[in-house]
């Protein structure tokens, strides 16, 4: 039987892994993806890296997220982990919905998630992290998608894509990022500037509005407005533009991006996910390192998949069935952090690390 995790690494990650193999002290940022329900693949990763592997770490560690990564994050930022993600796993599963859910009940569900593992004590834990340092990516709408009328968001959304498949630059017609991040450190990626952008320093306030635009897919979920501390407009998910975050995460640096995924290949947009010639940038894979479900293993859970967001609609008035299924995943994935603690702990990663071949341009 073949391993259950793949590591694969960047030229700079890979070249210092061979040599050193892999301490906590030598990641610098810590990334977490879009991708809905794909996230319940890493849970148990998740508990492992924060509550054991992490547990001892003193100097600041800078977590980028967006979407589902960003609530993961801000579940992982708090002063007990594992007990935080548990929550937001349990509440994620448990979602249940009419067969037509309007884009208010979606919102109105994705708040309840949000409150049950994010109340104001544990957002004050967010903030005063020993070592966490949250950040979030959510998107700035401009012109049509920032409207509220579906029809003209649907117009927006698809001239958007249509230029998108010419050149990401043109993303910059329609959105605008923004960031929203720790202000006790500045994060080594804040000077990233391949499209217009927004900072905005996240405190008790913005954090739990920030989280849900961060995660607000546009046409299902309503946009969000009114976010204290940053500019006027109508923010949606921080995956339009960072769907796998293809970000410029740290310069002249030998350090670290650990990057759990759910996939072996990156995505830089949410609409890119069809167009097969768009990779990432090189130089911002450079210290990479993805850990990631291998194939052999994604093959053995049920209906031999991953969880993804259609299942919505697969089990549409079977909630029960899906609310399984999902259990069923999130059980058989508790190997994959004993795994990465023991090719880590070992030093077992210096042979199993393999380069980042295919992924990038």
Same mark, same amino acid.
């Given at each position: 039987?073949?391993?259950?995790?793949?590591?694969?690494?960047?030229?700079?990650?890979? $070249?210092?892994?061979?040599? !050193?193999?892999?301490? /906590?002290?030598?990641? #610098? +940022? *810590?990334?977490?993806?879009?991708?809905? %329900?794909?996230?319940?693949?890493?849970?148990?990763?998740?508990?492992?890296?924060?509550?054991?592997?992490?547990?001892?770490?003193?100097?600041?560690?800078?977590?980028?997220?967006?979407?589902?990564?960003?609530?993961?994050?801000?579940?992982?930022?708090?002063?007990?982990?594992?007990?935080?993600?548990?929550?937001?796993?349990?509440?994620?599963?448990?979602?249940?919905?009419?067969?037509?859910?309007?884009?208010?009940?979606?919102?109105?569900?994705?708040?309840?998630?949000?409150?049950?593992?994010?109340?104001?004590?544990?957002?004050?834990?967010?903030?005063?992290?020993?070592?966490?340092?949250?950040?979030?990516? $959510?998107?700035?709408?401009? !012109?049509?998608?920032? /409207?509220?009328?579906? #029809? +003209? *968001?649907?117009?927006?959304?698809?001239? %958007?894509?249509?230029?998108?498949?010419?050149?990401?630059?043109?993303?910059?017609?329609?959105?605008?990022?923004?960031?929203?991040?720790?202000?006790?450190?500045?994060?080594?990626?804040?000077?990233?500037?391949?499209?217009?952008?927004?900072?905005?320093?996240?405190?008790?306030?913005?954090?739990?509005?920030?989280?849900?635009?961060?995660?607000?897919?546009?046409?299902?979920?309503?946009?969000?407005?009114?976010?204290?501390?940053?500019?006027?407009?109508?923010?949606?998910?921080?995956?339009?533009?960072?769907?796998?975050?293809?970000?410029?995460?740290?310069?002249?640096?030998?350090?670290?991006?650990?990057?759990?995924?759910?996939?072996?290949?990156?995505?830089?947009?949410?609409?890119?996910?069809?167009?097969?010639?768009?990779?990432?940038?090189?130089?911002?894979?450079?210290?990479?390192?993805?850990?990631?479900?291998?194939?052999?293993?994604?093959?053995?859970?049920?209906?031999?998949?991953?969880?993804?967001?259609?299942?919505?609609?697969?089990?549409?008035?079977?909630?029960?069935?899906?609310?399984?299924?999902?259990?069923?995943?999130?059980?058989?994935?508790?190997?994959?952090?004993?795994?990465?603690?023991?090719?880590?702990?070992?030093?077992?990663?210096?042979?199993?690390?393999?380069?980042?071949?295919?992924?990038?341009?």
């Amino acid at each position: 039987m073949g391993f259950n995790l793949r590591f694969i690494a960047g030229p700079k990650a890979f $070249a210092r892994i061979r040599d !050193k193999g892999l301490d /906590s002290d030598d990641v #610098a +940022v *810590l990334a977490g993806a879009s991708g809905a %329900a794909k996230w319940l693949v890493l849970s148990h990763l998740d508990r492992v890296i924060f509550s054991s592997w992490l547990k001892d770490r003193q100097k600041p560690l800078f977590l980028i997220g967006t979407s589902i990564g960003a609530w993961r994050f801000a579940a992982l930022s708090q002063d007990r982990p594992a007990t935080a993600i548990a929550k937001l796993e349990s509440a994620y599963i448990n979602q249940r919905y009419s067969n037509n859910p309007s884009p208010a009940d979606i919102t109105r569900e994705s708040v309840r998630i949000l409150d049950c593992f994010l109340d104001d004590a544990r957002i004050g834990q967010v903030l005063a992290h020993p070592f966490c340092r949250l950040s979030l990516l $959510a998107v700035r709408c401009r !012109k049509l998608t920032g /409207s509220g009328h579906p #029809a +003209v *968001l649907v117009a927006g959304l698809a001239l %958007a894509a249509v230029t998108n498949a010419v050149s990401r630059k043109f993303l910059k017609l329609f959105f605008e990022r923004a960031l929203f991040f720790d202000p006790r450190n500045r994060p080594p990626f804040i000077s990233m500037n391949q499209f217009p952008i927004c900072r905005v320093a996240l405190d008790k306030h913005n954090i739990k509005a920030a989280i849900l635009a961060s995660g607000s897919i546009p046409l299902l979920m309503q946009g969000i407005t009114d976010i204290s501390g940053a500019p006027e407009g109508m923010y949606r998910d921080g995956g339009v533009i960072d769907y796998h975050l293809d970000l410029p995460f740290l310069k002249k640096s030998d350090k670290i991006v650990l990057f759990p995924h759910f996939k072996d290949t990156v995505i830089p947009g949410w609409f890119d996910k069809k167009l097969f010639w768009r990779k990432p940038c090189r130089s911002h894979m450079d210290n990479v390192l993805l850990v990631t479900p291998s194939r052999e293993f994604i093959a053995r859970l049920p209906y031999g998949r991953i969880p993804d967001r259609k299942d919505f609609t697969r089990f549409r008035g079977r909630d029960d069935q899906r609310i399984d299924y999902w259990n069923q995943v999130v059980k058989m994935c508790e190997c994959l952090g004993h795994e990465f603690m023991e090719t880590v702990g070992t030093g077992a990663i210096r042979h199993r690390v393999e380069p980042m071949r295919g992924i990038v341009l």
